[in-house]
């Protein structure tokens, strides 16, 4: 008995494929958890190299900085198929992230999540695109499942970072690689027969007519609300912790703030194709703002309702972003996300070492407060982004 091969050109004509759209946010949701071991493991790696914060905010810079391939790889994956990429990205970013202990000075550990960044990079190109590709009409619904699970990975992974280092210490919690592995077995027979193919061969000159009109307004976006997005998942468990929180309830904060962001991402994109992508963009971005302010002024336990509105509305905005570009770029998927993600990982990075060195000369608790007002600047650039023809995209 053969096994036919399923293209995406075949699904074209089917309303929203449930379940490949799920295995694919599944992948995402593996994949991230181990990239979320970072944060809530930076009062460890701080104390073990003896680094400042800016330096320690900048590892994840390094781990981005590959993002800048995403339209190389983007323009590739609407060429051939990839979805090798996604099958396998779990396992080698699960291994490399997992060996970051042995690392024995800072230029080493930023070495090591520099190749880490390009299993990143692999994978968050055509990802995307195969889930644009597949929900069809239903982008926004496609974009939510696929950024849920990415944020119950970010949820997942500070938890599961915290106990690794607790039954295995920072040099041993080398151990945990095997669920990346074991994630990429799985992918491998649910995927395997499944094209990453697009319709049409992709275009690098197409993005180019939108350049101003809708990735200019898509850098200001991203830059300012990083701010607080960077304060929240990179330096949330350190500020917790120099205010006298243990570790494990600083990554345990984390967590909640990222648990939320499924909520979030799930309704985000689905409410969006309904109302509107901007008036969904700026509802939460002013609502992320005032929650932010509230986390920072209200003090014990009352945190936690905060926390997780705070979640629910700062991690929205990404996929109802994906879901813009998707609009805009139907036969050139993966390079125009692969150009988004570039743009996106590159004002984190400018964010991260912008928060890092506030942190350093005035505070963390002041970086957070100015990166809550800064993400407000948002709002304007959201107003001008383009819309198309139908109400589910204005």
């Known amino acids: 008995m053969t096994t036919k091969s399923i293209s995406i050109e075949e699904t074209t004509n089917i309303e929203f494929e449930t379940a490949q759209v799920v295995t694919i946010a599944g992948a995402h949701f593996i994949h991230d958890v181990y990239t979320a071991f970072i944060a809530p493991l930076l009062p460890l790696i701080i104390e073990k190299l003896s680094i400042s914060l800016t330096l320690a905010g900048s590892l994840t810079t390094f781990l981005q900085l590959p993002g800048l391939l995403n339209p190389f790889i983007g323009y590739m994956a609407d060429k051939v198929s990839l979805r090798y990429f996604v099958i396998l990205a779990p396992a080698v970013t699960a291994s490399l992230i997992s060996v970051m202990g042995f690392a024995p000075s800072y230029l080493t550990l930023a070495a090591l999540l520099l190749v880490t960044g390009v299993s990143v990079a692999a994978f968050h190109a055509p990802a995307p695109a195969m889930v644009a590709e597949v929900s069809k009409e239903k982008v926004g619904l496609g974009m939510s499942l696929f950024m849920a699970g990415g944020e119950l990975g970010r949820t997942l992974g500070p938890l599961l970072a915290v106990w690794a280092v607790s039954i295995w210490t920072l040099d041993g919690f080398y151990r945990i690689m095997v669920l990346g592995w074991a994630a990429s077995g799985i992918l491998f027979w649910r995927l395997h027969n499944i094209s990453a193919r697009p319709r049409k061969s992709g275009n690098l000159r197409a993005i180019i007519p939108l350049l101003r009109s809708l990735y200019l307004p898509l850098v200001f976006i991203t830059l300012f609300k990083n701010f607080m997005l960077v304060s929240l998942s990179v330096y949330l468990p350190t500020l917790l912790n120099s205010e006298g929180s243990s570790l494990l309830v600083a990554g345990g904060a984390l967590s909640i703030f990222e648990l939320a962001g499924v909520g979030g991402a799930l309704l985000s994109g689905t409410l969006s194709d309904r109302f509107g992508r901007k008036l969904i963009l700026v509802i939460s971005t002013v609502l992320a703002t005032v929650f932010m302010l509230l986390f920072l002024n209200i003090g014990t336990w009352a945190r936690v309702p905060i926390l997780l509105g705070l979640g629910f509305t700062a991690l929205s905005a990404t996929p109802v972003m994906l879901a813009i570009v998707q609009d805009h770029l139907p036969d050139n998927r993966a390079v125009g996300n692969?150009?988004?993600?570039?743009?996106?990982?590159?004002?984190?990075?400018?964010?991260?070492?912008?928060?890092?060195?506030?942190?350093?000369h005035f505070g963390l608790r002041t970086a957070f407060t100015w990166s809550a007002i800064l993400a407000l600047l948002a709002v304007p650039p959201i107003l001008v982004l383009p819309g198309l023809p139908g109400k589910h995209i204005a």
Do not use: P
């Open 338 to 360: 692969g150009l988004f993600m570039s743009i996106s990982f590159l004002m984190q990075l400018l964010a991260v070492l912008s928060v890092g060195a506030i942190g350093d």
